[in-house]
């Protein structure tokens, strides 16, 4: 709404003092509750209608005539955009999903003093390994160690009995990991209020 105020510091606009040119606006609004601006149209000669801003500050001519003879105006009362707070929160759910799945790339399952990783493909492959230990115990399978690379790229050798108990604080770390996401998205999500709460929530580090 600044363009025609930008033609006229450049000289496109003729100053208009010295006539008894009428300037008419419509559709006024106030841009913030100071009343220090506000939108409307203006009928310009040459343009026609056109958005502009009325600034109080502002000395250039149109600015100036209008803002003088405000008063003669109905102008419709600044009404603060409300924040889409559904959206904002589904926006905050996608930013909590992300930070869950990198806690998974950050933080470990303790297992005999060395850690071990707990994203996805880790589960998976353990998965595999615990099917075979299962197995070796039960019988079906011929009974062998299992050879695994911990988080600091340590060969570790473990035994079936082994592979099942890292198994298992694997399976609790992600399980810990999640309980702190499901805090974050279903009890801080849903009671807040406001863009602030909102923006502040974050998966905490730990729920005890």
Same mark, same amino acid.
């Given at each position: ?48 209608? $056109?958005? =502009?801003? !009325? ?9 100036? @005539?209008?803002?003088? +003879?405000?008063? %003669? #105006? ?31 790339? $950050?933080? =470990?399952? !303790? ?9 996805? @493909?880790?589960?998976? +492959?353990?998965? %595999? #390994? ?79």
């Amino acid at each position: 709404m600044d363009d025609i105020e930008n033609l006229e510091q450049d000289g496109m606009l003729e100053n208009s003092e010295d006539t008894e040119e009428t300037i008419q606006i419509r559709n006024p609004r106030w841009n913030d509750l100071e009343h220090t601006s506000f939108d409307c149209e203006l009928n310009h000669p040459e343009y026609g209608w $056109i958005p =502009f801003t !009325v600034k109080g500050n502002d000395t250039s001519y149109y600015c100036s @005539e209008i803002w003088k +003879n405000r008063d %003669t #105006f109905e102008i419709q009362e600044y009404v603060p955009v409300q924040e889409d707070l559904d959206a904002l929160k589904e926006q905050k759910h996608q930013e909590l999903r992300t930070e869950r799945d990198k806690l998974r790339q $950050i933080e =470990f399952a !303790v297992y005999n003093d060395a850690n071990y990783q707990i994203r996805q @493909e880790d589960q998976d +492959n353990m998965n %595999t #390994f615990l099917t075979n230990a299962i197995g070796m115990l039960s019988g079906i399978m011929p009974r062998e160690n299992f050879s695994i690379m911990d988080a600091d790229n340590i060969l570790r050798t473990l035994s079936p009995e082994q592979i099942i108990e890292l198994g298992l604080e694997m399976k609790a770390k992600v399980k810990e990991i999640y309980a702190r996401y499901w805090y974050a998205r279903d009890v801080l999500l849903k009671n807040a209020q406001t863009k602030e709460q909102i923006s502040k929530i974050t998966i905490l580090r730990t729920l005890s």
